[in-house]
């Protein structure tokens, strides 16, 4: 990752960026059986994120690479989610520095672990974030989805 990136926690004014980013991380994968919603999130939901949750960014300049989210939910704890990279930017480690991050914030917020969720059959992302720490907790469906998701969980102790 070069030294001219920057992580930071996203405001209000950012909230148009992440949705541009959003939808063309997530709509690469249309074609694919994974339909993100976050592929067609609208600005009004992005506001409300970066408003409610702790969202963090991936800059170079002024050029918006990578963007995740921190929120809680009773059911999981503290839950990463949304972690996307610029299409253009893959390989260049940016993913895993947002997942760093991440994991230093949900530490720094007293958190002893952190969960987050994909597609169970995704060809790459269970064994990325399985190498990452993540160990596998059970799977979840929400209907209306069409995929069953796999729960990871991430011990930051």
């Known amino acids: ?89 893959k390989g260049q480690k940016l993913g895993s520095a947002l997942l760093d991050l991440a994991e230093s914030e949900a530490r720094a917020l007293g958190h002893t672990h952190l969960t987050l969720k994909t597609p169970s059959q995704h060809p790459f992302l269970v064994d990325y974030y399985l190498a990452a720490g993540y160990r596998r907790q059970g799977e979840h469906f929400t209907p209306g989805d069409r995929y069953v998701e796999a729960v990871l969980v991430k011990s930051l102790v």
Not at 26 to 40: K, N, R, Y
Not at 43 to 69: D, P
Not at 72 to 80: A, D, F, K, R
Request: glycine share 4%; charged share 15%.
């Open 1 to 89: 990752m070069s030294d001219l990136v920057q992580l930071r926690l996203a405001s209000a004014a950012d909230a148009c960026s992440v949705q541009t980013l959003l939808h063309r991380a997530f709509g690469c994968h249309a074609l694919d059986a994974f339909v993100f919603s976050a592929a067609t999130v609208e600005l009004a939901v992005v506001q409300q994120w970066i408003a409610r949750n702790e969202v963090y960014l991936c800059l170079r300049g002024n050029a918006l690479l990578g963007v995740c989210r921190l929120s809680h939910y009773p059911q999981y704890g503290l839950v990463l989610s949304r972690l996307a990279v610029d299409p253009n930017c």
